[in-house]
C-alpha cells in the first residue's frame, strides 16, 4: 500500500470525526510515515558491522563474538561479561541444561505463532515471547523459521487488527514484537524502550523482499486504530479501551523513533 492510498484508507474511517481534526490526524499520519519512510534505506544496511548478536550480559549490539564453550548458546562481548555472568549472572546452574532450553524455547515459540487454530490471546502469552530472549534460543529459532512466521505476524495484524479490535480483542502483535523480539536491553527489566535490537532487525529485514513492508504497513495499521477507534471511544466516554490502543500505539511509534 502506498503513502496516498493509506492516507486515502484513512480519511474514509474519519466519517464521525469533524474536517478541521479529520485534517490534523492525516497530517500526524503523513509526518509519521515520512519520516519511517526515510528509515528504509538504512535498516538492514551496514555491511561491515560483525554479524554477532548483542552480548547477553550487557546487552552490547553486534558484539557477542565470544559463546560460552559448555552450551555454546549463550554470547559474550568479553571475558569479563564471560565470568560476570557465570558468578552472578546465573549461568553456571543452568549452563548445563542451556541448549535444552534454547531448543524448547524456539520449537514452542513456532509451533504456536505458526498455529492458524491456535487463539491470537494465546500468541501473545509474554513468557512465550520472552523466552526468546537470549542469543541462542534466538538463533535457534531463526534456524527454524523465526522470520518467516514474524513475517505473517504483520500480515494477519495487516489484515485483523481492526476487526480484532473493533471487537473487543485488544491484541497488537506489532506492539509484542517491539516490545519484546526486537527491543534492545532485555536483560533489563521492565518494558520501556531506550533502543531497538540492530541485530535482529537486520535479521528479519533481510529475511525477505517484503519482510520491511509487512512491518511497516503492520504498525501503520496499529497508529490508524489509535486516530480511528481510539478517538472515538474517547469521544464516546470509553477510557479503558482509548488507553488500551494509545498505549500500543506509543509502544509501536516509539520503536520507529529509535
Given at each position: ?10 480519511a474514509r474511517s474519519f466519517d464521525e470525526v469533524d474536517e478541521e481534526h479529520q485534517k490534523q490526524h492525516i497530517q500526524k499520519l503523513g509526518d509519521t510515515i515520512e519520516n519511517a519512510t526515510g528509515i528504509r534505506p538504512t ?28 552450551c555454546t548458546c549463550v554470547f559474550y562481548c568479553s571475558k569479563e561479561c564471560q565470568r560476570k555472568d557465570w558468578k552472578v549472572g546465573g549461568h553456571k546452574s543452568t549452563c548445563d541444561t542451556m541448549m535444552q532450553q534454547c ?156
Open positions: 500500500m502506498s503513502r496516498n492510498e493509506f492516507l486515502k484508507e484513512c535498516i538492514g544496511a551496514a555491511p561491515d558491522v560483525p554479524d554477532y548478536p548483542p552480548c547477553d550480559c550487557c546487552g552490547k549490539e553486534f558484539e557477542g563474538k565470544l559463546n560460552c564453550a559448555g531448543e524448547n524455547a524456539a520449537t514452542d515459540f513456532l509451533d504456536t505463532i505458526c498455529d492458524d487454530d491456535c487463539p491470537a490471546e494465546i500468541k501473545i502469552n509474554s513468557s512465550l515471547w520472552s523466552a526468546l530472549d537470549g542469543a541462542g534460543a534466538y538463533k535457534m529459532a531463526m534456524d527454524l523459521g523465526l522470520n518467516g512466521a514474524i513475517q505473517k505476524l504483520m500480515e494477519d495484524e495487516i489484515e485483523n487488527a481492526e476487526d480484532r479490535f473493533r471487537s473487543g480483542e485488544l491484541i497488537s502483535f506489532t506492539q509484542m514484537l517491539m516490545c519484546t523480539l526486537f527491543r534492545n536491553g532485555r536483560h533489563i527489566p521492565g518494558g520501556l524502550f531506550s533502543s531497538i535490537d540492530a541485530y535482529r532487525i537486520k535479521k528479519y529485514v533481510r529475511s525477505s523482499e517484503d519482510a520491511f513492508e509487512k512491518w511497516f504497513e503492520a504498525s501503520l495499521t496499529n497508529i490508524s486504530i489509535f486516530t480511528t477507534q481510539g478517538m472515538a471511544a474517547s469521544r464516546g466516554g470509553n477510557d479503558a479501551f482509548f488507553w488500551t490502543v494509545q498505549r500500543s500505539t506509543r509502544n509501536v511509534a516509539a520503536a520507529w523513533s529509535m
